[in-house]
Structures are given as C-alpha cells and as structure tokens.
C-alpha cells in the first residue's frame, strides 16, 4: 500500500525566508509525484509534478520540489518566500502505471505554512 | 475553461438522515473521483470512476455510501444514513486519464 509522511505539520516563517518543506513516500513501484496548494478559502490547486526526466522540477510561483529516488523524498523548496505563499501544502503520491486502471492520488497530511509580512 | 463543479458547498444534517452530493467534472475528462478529507488529514479516495464504470471503490463503505455516474459525465455521492465520523470535506477531482487531477472547491459536511 502507498504512504505518504510530510515531516512538518504547521511551519512559520518571515517573509524572504527560504523554504523547504519534507515529504517521503513508500510505494513499492514507479510512481508519479505531485505537490498541491490550497490557499485559504480556495480549493486544491496542482503547484508541481514530477513523471519522469530530469528531478528537479519547477512549479508556478518560484516553487521547486527535487526527486530523491534513494531517498524515496519529493521536498518542495523557495528560495523567498512571501506573505501570499500562506496556504496548506499536500504531497501526493499516485501510481505510474496501474494494470487496473486505478491511479488514486495518496496524500501526506498536510503541511500549514504561516508567512509573518 | 470550467473547472471542476460542486454541490453543495455546505450541509449540516444530523445522524441517521440522508445526504447527497453532486459533481460535474471539467469537460471531456474521462475519469471521476471522490476523495473524503477529515480535519487535519489529507484526501482519501473513495471512489474511482473511469467514464461510467467504477475502476476502484476499495475504501468506500459500501455499507451507507454509494455513488454513481450514470452517463458517464456528471456523479453523485450518497450518504445513508450519516454517523457523526462522516463528517468531512468531499472533494471531486477530475482527469484526462492518468494524469494530473483537478480538485473541485467541495462540500462541508458537518453531522450533528
């Protein structure tokens, strides 16, 4: 079964900090990665994915997030952050390949993330 | 483009009564889904449909909830009869196909 682990549950921080935010996963296959932002009142938007290529991926809004396979982690980074980046970030998990046709997305808890201007 | 639509945002209902929800996915996607998420969770799928046929319905509680996508576009989920534990935002997503999903705003359901 698939499991998704977000290291922090609520993260504060000043505006023009840098930000990283963990996320781990175990699944035993190849799998497709996804970070999702819901800001305050709104629904859950897709910021980054990772299928395959190149790890490191850039999302909307500055946001990056780098694949570790060894690692089986999936952090998400910016380098700046600013008041607007308040929201609640989900790290997803879905297979890349089902025989069954099911791809359900697995989330991590959640993380707060709380941006004093 | 439209996004994902649903309704109601909100419904507070008390125990043993009945609920449903509606979904109306972003058009031409052919797969469906329904995800519960409780107060400090992440989204769980409850169920997955793949043009009107369920691909997976694991974790739906089969017992009190049912769902249905009849002509393959629009859904419903139902809820009969509600606990207190159902209490939770029901969100529908929708895909091309294994791709990336798109998240309606959900329905609140408080059971009092």
């Known amino acids: 079964a698939q ?5 922090n ?9 840098s930000l990283e935010l963990g996320c781990n996963y175990s699944y035993g296959g ?23 290529g190149d790890p490191l991926v850039k999302g909307i809004k500055g946001f990056e997030a780098e694949f570790i396979k060894s690692k089986f982690s999936f952090n998400l980074r910016k380098p700046s952050v600013q008041w607007s980046d308040t929201a609640e970030y989900f790290c997803a998990v879905s297979p890349s390949y ?3 046709g099911s791809y359900q997305l697995t989330f991590g808890k959640g993380t707060k993330l709380s941006v004093i201007p | 483009e439209a996004g994902v639509a649903q309704s109601p945002r909100y419904k507070i209902i008390e125990k043993r009564q009945s609920v449903a929800f509606w979904c109306n996915p972003i058009s031409g996607h052919a797969t469906l889904y329904w995800y519960q998420q409780i107060l400090g969770q992440g989204p769980k799928l409850l169920i997955q449909f793949q043009n009107n046929g369920v691909v997976d319905d694991s974790q739906l509680p089969k017992d009190r909830f049912s ?9 419903t989920l139902k809820i009969q009869p509600a606990k207190l534990e159902d209490s939770a935002v029901y969100l529908c997503a929708s895909s091309l196909m294994a791709e990336v999903q798109y998240f309606g705003a959900g329905t609140r359901l408080s059971v009092l």
Do not use: C, M
């Not at chain 1, 499991?3 to 290291?7: L, P, Y």
């Not at chain 1, 305050?40 to 910021?47: A, I, K, R, V």
């Open chain 1, 3 to 7: 499991s998704v682990s977000q290291h």
């Open chain 1, 30 to 52: 190849t799998v497709n990665l996804f970070w999702y932002v819901q800001y305050p009142g709104q629904h859950l938007q897709l910021l980054l994915k990772y299928f395959s």
């Open chain 2, 67 to 75: 769902a249905e996508r009849l002509k393959g576009v629009d859904s």
């Open chain 1, 9 to 17: 549950h609520h993260v504060i921080l000043s505006e023009a900090a």
């Open chain 1, 98 to 100: 089902s025989g069954a």
